[in-house]
């Protein structure tokens, strides 16, 4: 009975998992819709930006309508898009309009650079957070509470790129720690990760600091409290894993933040990955690179959320019984 | 009766009780938040008519000087006053950041209540169109949009508001059909009140005031990406002065000057951390306080 | 000493220097069962959390608190902490409130032992559960706290309390989040552990059945102390005599000779989607001028559908509803709800909503002047006249919210008035008050349609009971 129950249980939880990848497929892709619906609206004729950013000049006619004809521009939106849609399929993402190299070559050359920043700096800021909402939330109203209550003040009242920018100006270039320059090496990415962390962290620990008194305040707490428990017992055990779980959801969201903020810090910490690769295109109006852009961070949310969804499912048994 | 007196008084007044005024007032950090908020709001409004200098005249006898009695916070690069720059730019900043806010508030507001009360067809095209735009991540979908449109501060208006409008309508649609459903609400429709004054005097006030805290709480981000795309070149344009892009100029010469950075961060860090003490007292006051 | 728990001029005071308890002396026995009973704000909580050391680290407790001899007030709290749980223990008011929703029950169950560094085995657990009355403990204590039923949970709550088999257990409201026909047998499991029993209750009427003493407080004393039977037949204490009085029947009224029938429902059904739940099977209800009907039933048995049938929000799929002309008209039928607070704009004052029904189009245009006299009548005659007509819903409780609410169900003199649950949220003096309203509103002709699962209050008020269950109205009790 409880054995069957059990596969039961795990069996929603397949089928609540298999779900939610295809949603998430399903939202990467309209994800490049979107950016493709908004294509009509960029001023200006694509064929000849290609051009002029290829450093050619005083274009006639007749050279941009041929540019035009070999970029597939003359096909119908709808065909552009299916056309580009099955590319993707084989992995092919356009055709950079400025290097005319492959757009999927140059985004394997620049994304790890990316994802072990971006890693690195998820991992050091839910640590922080972890270990200064703990703090906090054990010994309210003293001392320690109120610098770390005053450290989340200033770090979110920093953006992210400012406090990046003010450490890196006064504390490494100032006291010659680590290099300004950095090539994409972990050790090369452990201080820029570090500050973005310790800023991302401040405005996460205000969350699960506040996650964690809720929870002690409780009922279950308080039922805790009066069964003879101590208070640590009751943080670690009862709050902690209560706390968690909406602190789970909240650092879903940041991540598209994060991910969405990478041109920002890639440029402050001359950091050689995607946001820069991003940033050129920008300049250059390079769209295959911006579709590719587009599509890559959506992805990367997608799996981000999805991994964080499911771990939500695992931990807390209301939402399991709900899918099934 | 003389209280029934004053409560004739009260019909029209609208969703935002005084009193959440007054408890925002005596909230501590509410009222740090306010005071410093007010000032900054005066020092923008200043800004934009007087400044001790000329902001974008250029005066290279007079480049990167340090902070001084004529000039607090030195001079850049091209000898212009560190502090007009600012107080020039933050109108930009902190205007940009409230229309932004104004702009996505208002109309996700409107898609969302519309939405939410009309139901059917309506509903479904408007959140299916919602859903898509929520799809990426607000920056990710707003430097692509910059990346068709061209980089240029009203570009960049646009592509925050593209990016932000349809968290702001989800909101408003779930809010307004959670407010349906409201005891209150089914009340006056039995009592035989007409829609549009049950949507007016139940629906959009509460509504409204529970998005509006959404969004003060969300102006302090606001304000940080402004500045950080007008850093990264996408927003306000040269000569024009923006905290951001004071911050971009400034970081060019930090080796010379490092103070230069003072000013623009401190501008920004002071605005953010205002708008985050009154959004955050704001939403503690605005809760239902039961005796 | 003898007692299990006694306090002598138990004070508590707060950082602000307010005193929410003061003066409180009471002694209870081994094996007594000791109630303290007042209406909300009279201190009942606050006792609690001071009888298990619970007060907030700036609220000071003075007197003398003596548990199994020993004074506890001003230990330190690692000394309260190995008190708690083996000395007493304690049962809240909501099951699962008082559970870590990501634990099994039987989770719960243990922490009672590990928290003290004890082990206990499932099997244990499971047999204490049996003990009090939990069927297929063994099975059933994996599963999680939500899964579970509120008077099945609570048993599972008393058998953590008594996991030590303390001499003493404090249960605060331990069966107001409960129905009252289960509430019974939950207090008689806890009682059957053996410990003495402090009980702290809004509900005269449960400590009266249960204590052996009791204590009634108001303001934060403890203004009277004595044995049920003593307290019932000479109160002494006005508060005493008001907590009695909410037990005593709603004065009689004059019933019309022949009540013009209203609305007739006959064999309404109402299904969902496509057929394939059936909220309501076949339901009949005749309602007539000036009488108040109950419907009674367990939740899910259709009554809250069979009420929006009658409200005219509900389209039945089968059967008739006929209504007579004087229910037709918008605004004929007004409700009142469980949710007394959601059941007035928030960010209106009380007035507004009182006098929202007089403002409906097609109704007579009435001056202000008129209007705000109407408003101070109506709330005079709820009984709230010395609340500003300006006052906004949070600054009532909930019991005077409810009396807001019924004052704008009644101020337009209704045919109809439909009440769903109108009582869940109340204590008793509230209900009380409220089953009295209803009763004048039927008097001046309208008629009332009310739901709850209280089959006592439905008793009290109604002139005849129409039973559900599973979709279906069954017998029909009291005068037609």
């Known amino acids: ?324 | 009766m003389t209280a029934l007196g004053v409560a004739g008084a009260g019909v029209g007044r609208g969703p935002v009780d005084r009193r959440v005024l007054t408890r925002l007032w005596r909230h501590p950090a509410g009222r740090v938040g306010l005071l410093v908020g007010g000032a900054l709001l005066f020092v923008a409004a200043l800004g934009a008519v007087w400044t001790p200098h000329a902001p974008d005249v250029p005066n290279y006898a007079n480049a990167l000087k340090r902070p001084s009695l004529a000039h607090p916070f030195g001079t850049d690069a091209t000898g212009r006053d560190m502090l007009s720059r600012v107080m020039d730019g933050a109108h930009r900043s902190i205007g940009a950041a409230l229309l932004v806010l104004g702009a996505v508030f208002a109309t996700g507001l409107v898609v969302g209540t519309l939405a939410g009360l009309a139901g059917g067809l309506t509903d479904t095209v408007l959140m299916r169109i919602a859903d898509i735009a929520m799809t990426l991540p607000g920056l990710v979908l707003a430097f692509a949009v910059l990346g068709l449109l061209g980089p240029g501060f009203l570009n960049l208006l646009i592509a925050l508001i593209i990016a932000d409008w349809a968290w702001y309508a989800r909101l408003s649609r779930s809010l307004s059909l959670d407010a349906r459903r409201r005891p209150h609400v089914i009340a006056a429709r039995m009592a035989g009140i007409p829609g549009w004054r049950i949507v007016l005097g139940h629906i959009l006030p509460g509504v409204a005031l529970q998005v509006g805290i959404v969004a003060s709480l969300a102006l302090g981000g606001m304000i940080g990406a402004i500045s950080g795309f007008s850093f990264l070149g996408l927003g306000v344009q040269p000569p024009a002065a923006e905290w951001g892009a004071l911050l971009a100029e400034s970081r060019l010469y930090f080796a010379l000057a490092p103070w230069l950075l003072i000013a623009p961060a401190g501008a920004i860090f002071l605005s953010v951390l205002s708008a985050n003490l009154v959004g955050n007292a704001l939403r503690d006051c605005a809760a239902p306080q039961r005796r | 000493m003898d007692a299990v728990l006694a306090c002598k001029d138990l004070t508590v005071t707060y950082a602000g220097g307010a005193t929410p308890v003061r003066d409180v002396s009471f002694s209870v026995a081994p094996g007594e069962c000791f109630a303290l009973v007042g209406g909300s704000g009279a201190g009942k909580s606050t006792i609690a959390r001071a009888l298990l050391g619970l007060h907030a680290r700036d609220t000071s407790v003075t007197g003398a608190l003596w548990i199994g001899g020993q004074d506890m007030v001003g230990v330190p709290r690692r000394l309260w902490q190995t008190v708690r749980g083996r000395q007493m223990g304690f049962v809240a008011q909501n099951p699962w409130d008082s559970c870590n929703p990501l634990r099994s029950v039987r989770d719960h169950v243990a922490e009672a032992s590990r928290c003290h560094g004890l082990q206990i085995s499932w099997h244990d657990i499971a047999d204490r559960l049996e003990a009090l009355g939990v069927a297929d403990a063994g099975v059933r204590a994996r599963q999680h706290p939500h899964t579970w039923s509120g008077g099945m949970l609570q048993r599972a709550s008393i058998a953590a309390a008594g996991a030590h088999a303390p001499p003493l257990m404090i249960a605060d409201e331990p069966t107001s989040a409960l129905d009252a026909d289960r509430a019974q047998s939950v207090l008689d499991a806890l009682k059957s552990l053996g410990s003495a029993v402090v009980l702290i209750s809004h509900d005269m009427g449960l400590v009266l059945r249960n204590a052996d003493k009791l204590g009634v407080l108001s303001g934060g004393l403890l203004v009277e102390q004595g044995t049920p039977s003593a307290l019932a037949s000479t109160p002494d204490h006005p508060e005493t005599r008001r907590l009695l009085a909410a037990l005593a029947p709603v004065p009689p009224r004059a019933r019309r000779a022949a009540p013009e029938p209203l609305l007739r429902l006959s064999n309404v059904s109402v299904s969902y989607d496509r057929g394939r739940v059936e909220a309501l099977v076949s339901a009949d209800l005749d309602v007539r001028a000036g009488q108040i009907v109950g419907v009674q039933g367990p939740s899910g048995c259709g009554k809250s559908t069979l009420l929006r049938v009658a409200m005219q929000i509900e389209r039945p799929s089968g059967g008739t509803v006929w209504a007579s002309d004087a229910v037709k008209r918008p605004g004929a039928i007004l409700p009142i709800f469980q949710d007394p607070v959601g059941s007035l704009v928030p960010h209106w004052p009380i007035w507004r909503s009182i006098a929202e029904p007089l403002m409906a189009p097609g109704r007579p245009h009435i001056s202000r002047t008129l209007r705000d006299e109407k408003v101070a009548a109506a709330l005079a005659q709820v009984g709230l006249g010395t609340i500003d007509p300006m006052a906004r819903p949070s600054d009532l409780s909930v019991g005077q919210c409810q009396r807001v609410a019924v004052a704008r169900a009644t101020i337009s003199e209704p045919a109809m008035i439909v009440a769903d649950e109108p009582t869940s949220a109340l204590d008793s003096p509230s209900t009380w008050l409220v089953s009295k309203l209803l009763g004048d509103a039927a008097e001046r002709g309208t008629a009332v349609v009310v739901v709850s699962h209280d089959s006592a209050f439905l008793e009290r008020v109604a002139d005849k009971v129409v039973a559900m269950s599973a979709g279906r109205t069954l017998n029909t009790s009291g005068v037609a």
């Not at chain 1, 050279?63 to 092919?92: C, K, M, S, T, Y």
């Not at chain 1, 010659?176 to 962390?197: C, E």
């Open chain 1, 1 to 324: 009975m409880t054995a069957r129950r059990k596969r039961a249980e795990r069996g929603g939880l397949a089928a609540a998992a298999l779900l939610r990848i295809g949603q998430a497929l399903l939202t990467a892709l309209a994800a490049s819709v979107v950016v493709w619906a908004i294509l009509p609206l960029a001023p200006g004729d694509v064929a000849e930006r290609v051009l002029l950013a290829r450093g050619m000049q005083d274009l006639t006619t007749a050279e941009i309508d041929a540019a035009r004809e070999a970029l597939g521009l003359n096909a119908p939106l709808l065909v552009q898009f299916l056309h580009w849609l099955g590319g993707v399929f084989q992995g092919d993402l356009g055709q950079s309009f400025t290097s005319q190299a492959p757009v999927s070559q140059e985004i394997m050359e620049r994304l790890p650079a990316t994802l072990m920043l971006l890693g690195l700096a998820l991992l050091f800021s839910v640590a922080l957070s972890l270990v200064f909402a703990l703090i906090a939330a054990s010994c309210r109203d003293g001392w320690p509470d109120r610098l770390i209550r005053l450290y989340t003040q200033i770090g979110a009242a920093l953006p992210t790129f400012v406090f990046a920018l003010l450490a890196l100006t006064f504390v490494v270039v100032g006291f010659q720690i680590g290099r300004v320059l950095a090539d994409p090496s972990w050790s090369a990415a452990l201080i820029p990760a570090f500050i973005i962390g310790l800023d991302r962290a401040a405005s996460w620990t205000q969350l699960l600091r506040a996650g964690l008194l809720e929870a002690m305040a409780s009922g279950y707490a308080e039922v805790a409290r009066a069964r003879g428990a101590s208070e640590r017992r009751i943080l670690l055990r009862h709050a902690l894993p209560n706390a968690f779980l909406p602190f789970l959801t909240a650092i879903g969201v940041s991540i598209g933040a994060l991910i969405g903020g990478a041109p920002l810090i890639e440029a402050i910490f001359t950091w050689p990955g995607l946001g820069a690769y991003l940033l050129e295109a920008l300049t250059a109006r390079n769209y295959p690179v911006i579709q590719a852009y587009v599509l890559i961070s959506a992805l990367s949310y997608v799996t981000a959320a999805l991994l964080i969804d499911l771990l939500a499912l695992a931990l807390d048994p209301r939402l399991r019984e709900q899918g099934t």
